[in-house]
């Protein structure tokens, strides 16, 4: 990524709010950023796709202002040849092939070379071996490389990415974290949402956290996340034999309560991490069949709304 | 190739893709070609044949149906399923987009209207025939279709069933409204074509009356096409696109 020397913020909101009608999407936002990743975290609803379409131009503000490179976008669509943006959805042409998808956006930005700078893109994404395929055919995963692809073709200084691991397998994932990190490294302005903590963590040093379409946090990751550890996360397990596994998870010293519904339950624990770890070994131990382990939104809501409380 | 020649050539791509080209082709030739083979077997005037079919037919029901499928899925289908965003965040102002779009539209209507009208009235004629009426009806379709199209992409930036709005359009207000209240011909885009198709035929001795002189025809297309492209373009650099 070459990027490019920006003075000052690279994204600047101030005030910025959004509504439609009587629901308040985003209130009074105010952050800047600068290069390097940010994670953009915060539970379903929490107005983080709006967010990140304020500072790419595709919402208008209803007060305030979001400053790209110091200027409002609306004004100046030249902006775009300094930003690629991974929006959310498909929003993708099926019959066209990786390569042509990519190609067209290469175009779009009028690059001297987009035949070149198509193909460097579809390599760095992995998806040389797929260029030739229709978009329709591929896997999710696929798709959202593909359109990682047509983003990153131009060398934007500012990249803009909304739930981008959506579909990916963890291979996948673990190839697409390291790219971010070097375009990060890069000097380029990352700013990438997600609601799952554990992805923004690998991904970004720097987060903010939206909750009901407001700051509830912002600033290094870890320092964040000490905070959020001080409340327990709810843990859903459907076993075989959830009774028995309760049995065994109860006893862990990061569990706060377990109850038990049938073939599920819903552990409540201080520590995600030393639960995941234990949880197999316990299943194992205790000849448990484990269907399915999450952790819910409402628990991480709850966790964001802690934050709020604390500010 | 500029930025927005590739735009207006990936539009066209978009517009025409696949079987849809040929679909579209073949009804709309058939009612122009098949009743042009029976009419050259019969004793018929064939100019007066092929402007009737043509002021019946092409005029009331296939020029509307045609430019309207095309211009409201031209931009609104891609707001509709979220694809327009590939084409604005890009280093290309709004208009640009919308003038490409509804350039692909206008083009994509007279690549399936012209041909299929020229060829009805060879094979009526049984040979080129009257050169000024096939003149007017290829100018007057032209006309209309620019109009048409500014509705169509207009409409489609302003509410989700547009293709619905524009057919109640030419069906209810062209048909049956104008028929009862000549002075609706004022908004009307058929009226206009018509003027135009009188305008080129003045003198060629056929039988067209028409509710608006050439000159007016010509002024109200041009006013007509050009504010809904206008109020189009505000429209799509004022809207969020969700």
Redo the contacts between chains.
């Keep these: 990524m070459s990027g490019q020397p920006a003075a000052g913020a690279v994204v600047e909101l101030r005030r910025f709010s959004k509504w439609y009608g009587d629901v308040v999407a985003v209130a009074d936002l105010s952050f800047e950023l600068g290069p390097g990743v940010t994670g953009l975290l915060g539970p379903n609803g929490a107005g983080k796709t709006t967010t990140l379409?304020a500072i790419?131009?595709?919402?208008?503000p209803s007060q305030g202002e979001v400053l790209l490179f110091g200027r409002p976008i609306?004004r100046d669509?030249?902006?775009?040849?300094a930003?690629g943006?991974v929006?959310d959805?498909?929003?993708?042409?099926p019959?066209l092939t990786v390569r042509s998808y990519v190609r067209?956006?290469a175009?779009?930005?009028?690059l001297n070379d987009p035949g070149a700078a198509a193909e460097r893109a579809i390599a760095e994404v992995d998806m040389a071996p797929l260029a030739d395929r229709r978009l329709k055919g591929l896997s999710k995963g696929e798709r959202q490389r593909t359109k990682v692809a047509?983003a990153i073709v131009h060398q934007p200084a500012l990249l803009v990415l909304d739930e981008p691991m959506t579909g990916m397998d963890p291979g996948q994932r673990a190839r697409f974290i390291e790219l971010i990190r070097l375009i990060g490294a890069a000097g380029v302005t990352v700013l990438v949402s997600s609601h799952i903590l554990g992805e923004v963590e690998r991904l970004a040093s720097q987060i903010l956290v939206m909750v009901s379409g407001r700051l509830a946090a912002s600033g290094d990751f870890h320092a964040i996340r000490d905070l959020m550890a001080d409340q327990p996360r709810t843990v859903m397990v459907k076993a075989d034999d959830a009774r028995r596994l309760a049995a065994g998870l109860i006893a862990l010293p990061s569990t706060v309560a377990v109850e038990v519904d049938g073939d599920a339950l819903r552990a409540r624990t201080r520590s995600v991490d030393s639960f995941a770890t234990a949880l197999p070994r316990l299943a194992r131990d205790q000849g448990a069949s484990l269907r399915e382990v999450r952790t819910t939104d409402e628990s991480l809501e709850q966790v964001f709304r802690y934050l709020v409380g604390r500010r | 190739m500029s930025k927005s020649l590739t735009l207006l050539r990936f539009s066209l791509g978009q517009l025409l893709a696949g079987r849809r080209l040929i679909i579209i082709a073949v009804l709309v030739a058939l009612p122009l070609v098949l009743p042009a083979v029976f009419a050259a077997r019969a004793d018929v005037d064939p100019a007066t044949f092929t402007l009737d079919l043509f002021r019946q037919l092409v005029l009331p029901v296939l020029l509307p149906v045609v430019a309207l499928t095309f211009s409201t899925s031209s931009l609104g289908s891609e707001l509709r399923d979220g694809t327009i965003t590939n084409l604005l965040l890009k280093p290309i102002p709004r208009p640009a987009v919308l003038g490409a779009k509804y350039l692909a539209a206008v083009l994509s209507s007279l690549l399936v209207l012209l041909p299929a009208e020229a060829v009805g009235h060879v094979v009526a004629a049984r040979g080129l025939g009257s050169t000024q009426l096939l003149g007017g009806m290829l100018l007057a379709t032209t006309v209309g279709a620019l109009a048409y199209c500014a509705l169509g992409v207009l409409l489609s930036l302003l509410m989700a069933r547009a293709l619905l709005v524009g057919l109640a359009y030419a069906l209810l207000w062209e048909g049956a409204v104008v028929s009862v209240a000549p002075s609706a011909s004022s908004l009307s885009i058929r009226g206009y074509t018509e003027g135009v198709l009188a305008a080129v035929l003045k003198g060629e001795g056929l039988d067209l009356t028409t509710r608006l002189g050439p000159v007016s025809a010509t002024v109200l297309a041009a006013v007509v096409t050009l504010a809904a492209l206008f109020l189009a373009v505000r429209r799509l650099e004022r809207m969020d696109i969700p």
């Design positions: 379409k790419c131009g595709l919402l208008h609306q669509p030249m902006l775009y040849r930003i943006v929006p959805g498909d929003r993708l042409y019959r067209l956006h175009d779009l930005q009028g047509g």
